[in-house]
């Protein structure tokens, strides 16, 4: 390993967004290294193959270089270390997401877009994208948004964001494809640009530790993919997350009255939200391939629930005890015999997706969930998964203030009452909004939530083990 290798190894494992935290890493390898500036500071972005268990994995880091003892107080938590990068001198490289200085560079190559260098198709090996009628704003001053989860976004003043994936799979990504497929809708934050490479296709590490050479012998084969996404920034937007733990807060100030009469009920947002998500539904149906799932097909997604279900349980013993019961629900999934109609979908629905603007509610996020291929997250799906995936939400708002509190036992009848309202306007503000009425098909709304809740188990144990008992404790509760 090269030194900057060696510092990427001690400090991508400790980011919130390395999706890896299961497995220690056997190799790490700099596949794509890009100049975008040259000067000082300088900007370059890396694409990191990173091998664990015998399986590559990449990962976009943008990285700032400056002279070594001269990066600023205010950079000093962006920090990755100081390494010769053969300039002389050593440099302090450091997460250029940080740097106004920097990022200040990729929004104006965004604005500039195509049709400046580089051309379509290739050349540049960092290619700046503008999607058709767009025109970007420059001279904006950037902002890590808090909050960082499976990627990094930028504020730029009011205007953008702009979503720098982490990990990244071949291809383009969702979020930019659905997007895109949506823009117009008053449900979406309007796409303006993206940021796109090449990278290898290559998912085996090799025993000699060059990660990512795929066995081919020569050059490996690679794919253009997206590196970041440009947005409209949802300026008047509150997270729906925050706005559901308001209301839960209120309610837990007064349990013994029933959630509707307490302060800060929520079903009146939580029906609005079920009526713009089947709106979204029904505009990634108009503008996206369908299908209908055959009995076949069904029966390999049940298969699919299991597999996960035996990967959580060989990882988080505590869920052993559930899988007879879990495995009854996927079965019986697997026997419906009524057709079930697929299409693209959100894929990892939650109430951290969802934002209330003045106007309504906006989703955001239509990446799918983060640690599962990418290839999967482009199957069309039935829409009722996302329905679970926000079901599965509610659960998580009433039950995550109760986690280590004294207060528990008391407040759980409460915790069950908020969570089973919202459920039930949420449904019915989906089926009014033209969806289906997810109440008519519990088998399959029952899988759904299952299988989400098996990958929360994963979830949390990688990334915040504390909150492990909150899915644990909900499939103790569905399946008791
Ligand atoms: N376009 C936007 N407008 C306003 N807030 C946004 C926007 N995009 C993201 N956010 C905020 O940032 C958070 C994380 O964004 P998200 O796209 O879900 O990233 P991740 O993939 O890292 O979870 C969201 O929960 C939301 O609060
Ligand atoms: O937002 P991401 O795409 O990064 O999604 C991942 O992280 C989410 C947590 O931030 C996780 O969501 C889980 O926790 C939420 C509360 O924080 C809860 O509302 C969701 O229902 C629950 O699934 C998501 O699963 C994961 O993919």
């Given at each position: 390993m090269t030194q900057l290798e060696e510092l990427l190894a001690d400090w991508i494992p400790r980011q919130r967004w390395f999706a890896g935290k299961g497995a220690p890493i056997d190799t790490l390898r700099v596949e794509g290294d890009h100049p975008l500036l040259g000067g000082e500071p300088g900007l370059r972005v890396l694409v990191v193959a990173i091998g664990q268990r015998g399986t590559v994995s990449r990962y976009q880091v943008l990285l700032g270089l400056r002279p070594a003892g001269t990066l600023p107080e205010e950079l000093a938590h962006a920090a990755i270390g100081v390494c010769d990068l053969g300039f002389g001198e050593p440099r302090a490289v450091y997460d250029a997401a940080h740097d106004p200085e920097l990022t200040e560079l990729l929004l104006e190559r965004l604005a500039e877009g195509p049709g400046t260098p580089p051309a379509a198709g290739g050349g540049e090996p960092v290619r700046f994208r503008r999607l058709p009628g767009a025109t970007v704003r420059t001279g904006l001053r950037s902002l890590?948004?808090?909050?960082e989860q499976s990627n990094t976004s930028l504020v730029y003043g009011e205007d953008y964001v702009l979503k720098a994936f982490r990990r990244l799979w071949p291809g383009v990504n969702p979020?930019?494809?659905?997007?895109?497929?949506?823009a117009g809708s008053p449900y979406v934050a309007r796409p303006y640009a993206w940021i796109e490479t090449d990278i290898s296709t290559g998912t085996r590490a090799d025993a000699d530790g060059t990660a990512g050479a795929g066995g081919t012998g020569g050059r490996p084969p690679t794919t253009s993919t997206t590196l970041a996404m440009?947005?409209?920034?949802?300026?008047?937007?509150?997270?729906?997350?925050?706005l559901a733990a308001t209301s839960v807060r209120d309610l837990y100030a007064t349990p013994e009255l029933p959630p509707g009469e307490a302060g800060g009920d929520f079903a009146g947002e939580a029906e609005r939200l079920g009526a713009a998500t089947a709106a979204v539904h029904r505009a990634l149906a108009r503008e996206l391939p369908t299908d209908v799932l055959t009995p076949a097909a069904l029966r390999e997604l049940a298969g699919a629930m299991m597999d996960r279900l035996h990967l959580a349980t060989s990882e988080v013993p505590e869920l052993h005890p559930y899988v007879g019961v879990l495995r009854t629900a996927y079965e019986a999934?697997?026997?419906?015999d009524e057709p079930l109609p697929i299409q693209r979908v959100h894929g990892d629905y939650h109430l951290g997706q969802v934002v209330r603007t003045d106007s309504g509610w906006v989703l955001l996020d239509f990446?799918?969930?983060?640690?599962?291929?990418v290839a999967d997250r482009q199957r069309p799906s039935s829409p009722l998964r996302d329905v679970a995936g926000m079901l599965r939400s509610f659960d998580y708002a009433a039950r995550y203030q109760l986690v280590g509190s004294s207060r528990a036992p008391e407040l759980a009848p409460a915790a069950r009452a908020w969570a089973q309202r919202n459920r039930e306007a949420f449904s019915a503000g989906y089926a009014f909004g033209g969806g289906v009425d997810p109440e008519k098909h519990q088998t399959v709304l029952r899988a759904f939530e299952y299988d989400k809740a098996v990958y929360e188990v994963l979830y949390e144990a990688h990334h915040r083990p504390s909150w492990l008992r909150i899915p644990l404790d909900s499939i103790a509760a569905l399946a008791a």
């Open positions: 890590v948004l808090k909050g979020d930019l494809a659905l997007t895109a497929a949506l440009l947005q409209e920034y949802m300026r008047s937007a509150t997270d729906g997350w925050v999934f697997a026997r419906v990446e799918g969930e983060p640690a599962t291929p």
